[in-house]
């Protein structure tokens, strides 16, 4: 079959008769018609005229074989006469000057370039031998010289070098007369061609009669022509219905719409003829119209689709595809130009001096998906069985396409449903991960880096509503790619940031955020963003504008009721609103994180006062030991002494009682202080919070601690403080700390000596800290420095570390014999430890008395002075 | 008799004590002073603070047992129930007495050595 070139058809396949059989009949018709050669000439539908199809000599008749050009072929035709038996009564030959020569002696040469009857040749009704016969439909015979008579002087006669026949015999090819049913039908199909039998040698001829038996042998033609006409129909319906089946056995597993267009045209040359070709297709979903497909003239048009319309662009296509849905049919000679100009002309070019024209709309039951459009450049190019068949093809690639994009829906919803499940699936985790942390820095972290790559955001932050409720703080960021890079490092390190994270804040109360905290989740849109900057502290004002946030998706984060914080994801450089199921899946998250922050938050506490409490239970353990060491001394003076007055109660003077009882009451009073000592102590583990601390003038302080010991003590207590000088700390502590540095002093001091206490306003910078003091993180800052100085005789360089570290051994470990509480100079510490300073023992040599320094933080006199004074 | 005890309110109190009964009493503040005080005198009876600042009771006990010449004297160790000599078992001592006692406690410990 044909073809694949387009613009340039060949010869109607249906049109060309099998040679092989041709060969046959006229071979069987020379043989017995005993004539030296015959030429068939056949109705050619495109031209209109008779075409001679073949032409065959007997051998010999020809003086010229070498024109034949090929190798004479040898055709036995003995073994073909039990195939055809066209005429199986023997001839009449009566009056033939060959009569009945034996066909197996038949040598048959084909005819090729003869000036006689040339291949090829065409012939016009009436016009020479054969359009004569044509007209006439009758049988004739003819002499040479009447022949030669017919021609007009001056016509062109056919040359005859080669081979001049005496006699013709002239047969036309009538179709058989059961197809002739008595309609008018046109003269033209009733002769389907012309034979012309002749005679070369001398003196042989034709008689009359042999006329009738040429008519009934061309009926046989006829017949077998017919026959034969059938079995290719046949066949090329067959082959039809097999390429069809391939098309369509080809969807939807291979549902590329290159591939089909392409089985589309190839499968549309082989039916028809077709010089230009467009493939039309209509998308409901989208309501647009592609032209997929182009053959202008011969050649492919590249770039399809190139864009699409809306149906008000293609008005024509349009109604006759989708309202009228009916095929169109033209031959455009016969129309009124620009009838059809919207179908004709497009991507596949002017299509309006084509001859033929034919729309196929492509339906899926009642709606059509598109359009198939044919032109070629034969008139009547299309015929009713061929566009029958071009209809199954259309109708299989409608149903094909129809399938490939049901697949594809099916497809994509398969995977639409895959990509929710994966996102299902990286949530649930996600949920875990955030729901199973129970630290909240780390919670906060995964919460916003998640969601973040939930969405692919470039930023997100987690504000947290400040204890207050005044402000919202930034607990963490995520901001892989941020610019300036310093975002960055927020966002890697957390940890180490937080300081620097915290100082990300924006207004709350007061601010828009406060009005819109009460939806589920709202975007802020730039110069929202630019206010709340404006607005905003420092730090959060900075991080706003240096990340370039251009808009951000703000879900505020409960528990119950309670507003936690704000969850944003920011949009850099551009706007950007997200995805309802994106937003959804956040909303989800945040829901989870709320209470999971809350048990974070439960957890942490938990964690704190559990620490707390190890904490106090070795304080108390501490206590316990120190008790037992401590509380020996003084008891066992007491039990002794006791049991000494009972013992010798006789024989002890008035002066040894006096002496025994002084020795218990000391034992008893050191025990008390003991028990004083050992409550304050108790009471450290929750120092922090029980300080109640404010501005303190320090004069008064040390002024009420001189006043209440000097009654007690020998020595004389000095004061050098400058007028003025303000701390800030909890009153009472600070006059514990004083009275306790006052006492220790005294205790380890000679009777008449001095004690002095001198203060100065400097700076931490300044001082010089033992080393296990210095706090390499403690930042410079204002202070009072308070000295307390004895003469009394200095502590042992080896128990000066010991009298802080553990208070029981801080008294034990002075060599001067004087029994003191124990606790005082670690309480002492630790007071002032928690006010925010250090207390160190800055001298102390034997014989040249020690001095206890600490420092406090230093603030300017209060406005209103006098205001602050401790009233105690 | 000597008594070795950095406390001086025990010491004082144990001198008061042990006077009543006519004993002779010295008092020693530490370790090192007490076997010196050791070397030269024929002490038959040594109270020992087992807790002291700088030498403890129990190494004060090892150098008694490392001189021959004070080995053979009666130690009595001064103790509080917190206190734990018995773990080094290879300190030598005569009898404890358990921090705080009476003076009846006292002389029935040391009933036995003075006679």
């Known amino acids: 079959m044909p073809n694949a070139t387009w613009g340039d058809p060949e010869p109607r396949a249906d049109e060309a008769y099998s040679p092989a059989l041709l060969r046959q009949l006229l071979q069987q018709m020379m043989g017995q018609f005993t004539a030296s050669g015959v030429c068939i000439a056949l109705f050619d539908e495109s031209t209109g005229q008779m075409v001679i199809r073949m032409h065959i000599r007997a051998r010999g008749t020809n003086s010229a074989p070498a024109h034949t050009g090929t190798e004479p072929e040898r055709i036995n035709i003995a073994s073909r006469r039990t195939t055809i038996q066209l005429n199986p009564a023997p001839t009449i030959t009566g009056g033939l000057r060959h009569p009945s020569q034996p066909l197996e002696k038949l040598d048959i040469v084909p005819v090729h370039n003869s000036d006689l009857f040339p291949v090829g040749a065409l012939y016009p009704i009436d016009h020479d031998m054969i359009g004569y016969a044509w007209r006439t439909g009758e049988a004739y015979i003819m002499r040479q010289e009447d022949y030669i008579a017919m021609f007009q002087p001056g016509q062109a006669m056919p040359l005859q070098a080669e081979a001049t026949p005496t006699w013709y015999l002239v047969a036309p090819i009538l179709e058989p007369t059961i197809q002739n049913d008595g309609q008018n039908r046109r003269w033209t199909t009733d002769t389907l061609g012309v034979v012309v039998l002749y005679q070369i040698a001398p003196g042989a001829g034709f008689q009359q009669k042999q006329r009738s038996e040429a008519i009934s042998f061309s009926e046989r033609i006829a017949l077998y022509l017919q026959n034969d006409r059938l079995r290719r129909s046949q066949d090329r319906t067959l082959d039809y219905i097999r390429r069809l089946q391939q098309i369509s056995t080809a969807f939807p597993t291979s549902v590329k719409l290159a591939n089909l267009v392409e089985d589309i045209y190839h499968f549309t040359g082989s039916v028809v003829d077709v010089s230009s070709m467009l493939l039309t297709l209509y998308d409901r979903d989208m309501d647009r119209i592609y032209d997929v497909f182009a053959i202008a003239d011969g050649k492919r048009v590249e770039g399809l689709p190139a864009h699409s319309v809306v149906k008000e662009d293609r008005p024509q296509w349009w109604h006759i595809a989708q309202v009228e849905q009916h095929r169109v049919l033209l031959n455009l000679s016969d129309q009124e130009p620009g009838k059809y100009e919207e179908l004709l002309t497009g991507v596949w070019g002017d299509q309006r001096n084509a001859k033929s024209f034919l729309f196929l709309p492509m339906k899926m039951f009642t709606r059509v998906i598109g359009s198939l459009s044919l032109t070629s450049m034969h008139a009547d190019a299309y015929r009713p069985e061929e566009i029958l068949v071009l209809e199954t093809m259309v109708q299989i690639i409608t149903v094909s396409i129809e399938n490939a994009k049901l697949y594809d829906k099916v497809r994509r919803s398969l995977h639409e449903a895959k990509q929710r499940e994966e996102t299902l699936a990286a949530m649930n985790s996600a949920l875990q991960i955030v729901s199973s942390v129970l630290n909240v820095g780390e919670l906060l972290h995964n919460l916003v880096e998640f969601a973040a790559k939930l969405v692919n955001a470039q930023l997100s932050t987690f504000f947290q509503i400040s204890t207050d409720g005044k402000e919202l703080i930034a607990e963490a960021v995520y901001a892989p790619t941020s610019r300036p890079k310093d975002w960055t490092e927020l966002s890697t390190d957390a940890a180490k940031h937080k300081d620097l994270i915290e100082m990300i804040r924006l207004p709350f109360i007061g601010s828009i955020l406060e009005g819109l905290v009460g939806e589920p989740f709202f975007y802020l849109d730039h110069s929202t963003i630019q206010d709340l900057a404006q607005a905003s502290a420092e730090g959060g004002g900075i991080f706003l504008r240096e990340t370039g946030t251009q808009q951000m998706l703000m879900i505020p984060v409960r528990y119950q009721t309670e507003l936690t914080g704000i969850l944003a994801i920011h949009t850099l450089g551009q706007s950007r609103f997200f995805h309802p199921k994106e937003v959804g899946m956040l909303m989800a998250i945040c829901a989870q994180a709320g209470s999971a922050i809350r048990n974070a938050q439960l957890f942490e506490e938990i964690q704190e006062a559990n620490a707390q409490l190890q904490y106090m239970d070795k304080l108390k353990d501490e206590f316990i030991v120190t008790a037992s060491h401590e509380l020996r001394t003084p008891l066992s003076a007491i039990q002794g002494y006791s049991s000494l007055l009972q013992r010798q109660h006789a024989r002890t003077t008035p002066q040894q009682i006096l002496r025994f009882a002084t020795k218990i009451s000391e034992a008893t009073q050191q025990l008390s202080a003991l028990v004083v000592n050992m409550t304050e102590a108790s009471q450290l583990g929750t120092l922090d919070k029980n300080l109640q601390t404010g501005p303190v003038k320090l004069s008064t302080a040390a002024e009420v601690a001189r006043d209440i010991l000097s009654a007690n003590i020998e020595q004389q207590i000095t004061l050098r403080i400058p007028p003025d000088l303000w701390i800030l700390c909890d009153p009472l502590r600070l006059r514990q700390v004083i009275s306790n540095l ?131 | 008799m000597l008594v070795v005890d950095d406390d001086p309110i025990i010491r004082d109190m144990m001198v008061d004590m042990l006077d009543f009964e006519g004993y002779s009493i010295r008092t020693a503040r530490n370790g090192p002073e007490a076997l010196e005080m050791l070397r030269g005198d024929e002490d038959y009876l040594v109270f020992l603070d087992l807790m002291m600042p700088g030498m403890s009771g129990k190494e004060v006990c090892t150098l008694l047992e490392a001189e021959p010449t004070l080995r053979r004297r009666h130690v009595i160790i001064l103790m509080s129930a917190m206190d734990r000599p018995d773990e080094d078992t290879a300190l030598r001592v005569d009898a404890t007495i358990l921090k705080p006692f009476t003076v009846n406690d006292l002389l029935e410990v040391v009933g036995p050595y003075v006679e």
Request: hydrophobic residues 35%; charged residues 30%.
């Open chain 1, 742 to 872: 006052f006492d220790n002093a005294a205790k380890y001091s000679p009777p008449g000596s001095h004690i002095e206490l001198e203060a100065n306003a400097t700076r931490l910078s300044r001082l010089e800290l033992p080393e296990d003091q210095l706090d390499p993180e403690q930042s410079d800052m204002d202070i009072v420095l308070v000295r307390v100085r004895d003469e009394g005789d200095g502590i042992d360089e080896e128990d000066q570390q010991k009298i802080f570290e553990k208070f029981v051994r801080a008294s034990r470990s002075l060599t001067t014999p004087v029994r003191g509480t124990g606790l005082g100079l670690y309480i002492c510490r630790r007071y002032i430890e928690a006010m925010g300073g250090k207390l160190w023992l800055e001298q102390s040599a034997p014989g040249a008395g020690s001095i206890f320094s600490f420092y406090l933080p230093h603030i300017d006199a209060p406005a209103e002075t006098g205001e602050s004074d401790e009233s105690t």
